[in-house]
């Protein structure tokens, strides 16, 4: 094989003699060297360098330039004014002393998240298990799924703020059928972010039933054969055969729907500013209100620098789940 | 090649202290330059030159009448004045406005003139972006005839002018006379009539209280209200006094009214949506409401309009409505030309026009006197009444946290409206929200 006989010569002086004498790590020992050639070659870095430098530009240096501001009192109008006030906005964050308190926009931010993580894996793996069929039906139920998804968030937000007037929407239409009395939606604090994590909902379980029909695509039909073969009902074919093989895109689906929830913006701007008072100013849209109505720029980016934390461990999370997709068990 | 002189961990090492570099040389720069202050000839009138300038004045008069009357008038004045050409930048609302010149201040590129808030001007104006214009309205003829209520609208809680006037309003009354056949006089005829409208479908009164990010039109006339019965909700050094009696008394009036079906809470302009579709008797609106009010109600009964009723503390208003500010980066020349713009928009002629137009009020008495004016005010009576109010009407105090502190009471008004508080706690909330966020400010 020549790739074999390839590898044998590309073994660098310094791997250690067990790699030579095993008679089956000669891939392995292939391509850490090949890699290392590339890593070492200021060729290489010269293709890499026009992306590095975009995203050394755009986004790793404002990310810096966050932590910087979030150490001053900040006047983006006049920088001259500055003041340095070192960990002040991060004090401010733990005692509340800015409204809405911090700790309140992350209970709200939990609740959205939390809402939609359940809400839509709930909703979408059922959804996923009945459209995997593959008649001309459920192939356009699938597109018809999935095109809440593709519609701009910022069109359907003033649709759904339509219909969920309190006065002439559809939402208390249909209520009024059952004989339920109107409801101020986006104006009642116990209403507005149901009313809210209704519209993500219908917006964003198209995506996610893509991913779980993604994921039953590559499902081993031998076990669920065997199964009904053992004489399992389709419930215990499900849960005994289907969900435990599903667990990696689970983990994946939880994991980019928390990280879009926390950063979960436009809907909130479009359909309630975050009222009423503050019941769905989530931390991504507290962000915006504190730096650009509030004028609290350095406070604003004390929650920016907080909000990359999190996403940062929700990443790591992610990382290790899509590994376990990758080689599942 | 030697591994050494080029490895991978090197050049993660180099690009990440580039990184840093870059940014903690962006904070320095910040910190050290920004915005300079404004210059010795901004403290004085810029002699008049003749010498070909651009200004930009960036606004918010993008639809309508109002973009058309303000696009006309340019264009008139770059006709009178060749040597200056006027680049109108217009944004889609005062939100966006207000974030675009923010953002071109930030940047120090702003534009030469903008509409502004008085807020945002004691924003800018403690930042040093925008110029006094002390030594400017002492040149002006026009100035000594706007009405006194402009006239200390252009003030800052400094004592020095920094603004100049352009598209002003108060509130007004626009009801249904089919409904309503006659405007209600004072506050409790008001809710007797809209009581008694309040049958079939109908709710008298539809209004927005606006959220925490800023109060709308409900919040105004709550605010209104409030100073009707003796108690205005700021104190005209912007500290909040919510929990006064002619306040929670105001918050009452609409709580009651609530209660007999005659209030509603909505977004989008309620009050326009309920009036134009036969579902409201009343809209509670500026007078530059008029002409879209018109549009929505489209000729399907007669609309009246009329001053805000009285309280038992005599008729309140609020002045609404933009001014416009000069910014220090402009040059001299752009000054001189920009003045010369600002005086030329509130002109009796041009000023007129504008006022036929839109439905804004005009800022000087001459103007009362211009043909297109008296043939306006001669098909729309409510004009000279709402007028005549601009002697007293005041804005809310130009305060950074006034804006906030506004949201709060919206807050208060959604929660007693909506019956999740009492009038009183409700309030008493929001007085400590609003004196926390004028201490953060201060």
Redesign the interface.
């Known amino acids: 094989m020549a790739s074999t006989s390839a590898a044998h010569t590309a073994v660098p002086a310094s791997q250690p003699p067990a790699a030579h004498k095993s008679p089956v790590p000669m891939r392995p020992a292939f391509k850490p060297s090949r890699r290392k050639t590339a890593l070492t070659s200021p060729v290489a870095y010269l293709f890499v360098f026009p992306a590095l430098a975009i995203f050394t530009v755009f986004t790793i240096g404002p990310t810096i330039y966050t932590f910087v501001i979030s150490a001053f009192k900040w006047n983006w109008l006049n920088t001259s004014q500055n003041k340095f006030i070192g960990l002040k906005n991060y004090q401010d964050l733990v005692t509340g002393a800015i409204d809405p308190p911090f700790w309140s926009t992350l209970g709200t931010s939990a609740y959205f998240v939390v809402a939609m993580v359940v809400g839509g894996t709930v909703i979408s793996l059922p959804l996923a298990l009945l459209l995997q069929q593959a008649s001309r039906v459920f192939v356009a139920a699938r597109a018809a799924v999935f095109l809440a998804h593709v519609t701009p968030l910022v069109a359907t937000s003033i649709v759904w703020v339509w219909i969920f007037n309190p006065r002439y929407g559809l939402a208390n239409l249909v209520l009024s059928w059952f004989g339920i009395g109107n409801i101020d939606w986006l104006g009642n604090s116990q209403f507005a972010m149901p009313a809210i994590i209704i519209y993500s909902l219908w917006h964003e379980i198209g995506f996610i039933t893509v991913i779980f029909l993604g994921g039953l695509a590559t499902l081993s039909g031998e076990l669920s054969e065997a199964a009904k073969l053992d004489g399992c009902n389709a419930w215990q074919e499900f849960w005994h055969v289907t969900f435990p093989q599903l667990r990696p895109f689970i983990l994946f689906v939880v994991v980019i729907s928390s990280v879009s929830s926390l950063q979960a913006f436009t809907q909130f701007f479009m359909m309630t500013s975050g009222g009423p008072g503050f019941d769905t100013a989530t931390l991504g849209f507290q962000l915006y209100q504190q730096a650009f109505v509030f004028r609290k720029t350095g406070y604003a980016a004390a929650l920016a620098v907080v909000l990359f934390g999190i996403t940062v461990a929700l990443s790591i999370v992610q990382l290790r789940s899509t590994r376990s997709i990758d080689t599942p068990s | ?1 030697s ?1 050494h002189a ?3 961990r090197n ?1 993660m090492h180099a ?2 202290a ?3 570099m ?3 040389a ?2 320095l720069t ?6 300079s202050a404004a210059s010795t000839s901004s403290q004085s009138v810029p002699a008049d030159s003749n010498e070909p300038a651009t200004i930009v004045f960036m606004e918010a008069m993008s639809s309508g009448a109002q973009k058309e009357a303000l696009a006309k008038m340019t264009a008139d004045f770059m006709a009178k004045y060749p040597n200056i050409k006027v680049d109108l930048q217009e944004q889609p609302d005062y939100g966006t406005l207000q ?1 675009k010149i ?1 953002a071109q ?2 940047a120090g590129t702003p534009p030469t003139i903008a509409q502004v808030y008085g807020n945002w001007a004691d ?2 104006a403690k ?3 925008i110029v006094p214009l002390d030594a400017y309205v002492a040149k002006s003829d026009d100035y000594k005839n706007f009405y006194d209520g402009i006239k200390a609208d252009l003030k800052l809680s400094d004592g020095k002018t920094w603004m100049w006037p352009f598209n002003k309003s108060v509130v007004v009354q626009y009801y249904n006379s089919t409904m309503v056949p006659e405007a209600p006089k004072t506050w409790d005829d008001f809710a007797a009539a809209a009581k008694k409208a309040s049958t079939n479908g109908v ?1 008298a009164l ?1 209004i927005d209280p ?5 109060p709308a039109g409900g919040t105004a006339m709550f605010e209104i209200l409030a100073q009707a019965n003796g108690d205005a909700v700021f104190a005209d050094d912007g500290t909040p006094q919510f929990t006064k009696d002619g306040v929670v008394k105001a918050l009452d009036y609409l709580v009651d009214l609530k209660k007999a079906g005659a209030l ?5 302009y ?1 009050g326009q ?2 009036l134009g ?1 036969g ?1 409201g008797a009343f809209d509670i609106s500026s007078v530059a409401s008029y002409p879209f009010n018109l549009k929505a109600v489209g000729g399907k009964f007669t609309m009246g309009v009329a001053g805000l009723p009285s309280g038992p503390k005599g008729t309140a208003n609020q002045l609404a409505g933009t001014n416009i500010a000069l910014f220090a980066k402009a040059t001299d020349a752009e000054k001189a030309a920009a003045w010369k713009y600002m005086q030329f928009l509130t002109s009796p002629e041009q000023m007129a026009y504008w006022v036929s137009m839109t439905g804004y009020l005009p800022v000087s008495k001459t103007t009362l006197d211009v043909q297109t004016f008296k043939d306006y005010a001669a098909k729309n009576a409510f004009v000279l009444e709402a007028t005549k109010q601009l002697d007293n009407a005041k804005s809310l105090p130009s305060k ?1 946290w006034v ?2 502190a506004s949201g ?1 009471l ?2 208060a008004l ?2 007693a409206v ?1 019956g ?1 508080s009492s009038s009183k706690d409700a309030l008493s909330k929001a007085q400590d ?1 609003a004196t ?2 004028m201490k ?1 400010a201060s």
């Open positions: 090649m591994q080029f490895s991978r050049f690009a990440a580039t990184s840093v870059a940014a903690a962006a904070a910040a910190c050290g330059g920004g915005s974030t923010n201040a930030a924003e800018f930042s040093e972006v709710v539809a606006g959220s925490s990010s800023g509603v809470l909505g977004t989008k309620p949506v309920a579709g579902t950074s804006n906030q709060s919206a807050q959604t929660d909506n999740t929200a926390k966020a953060a």
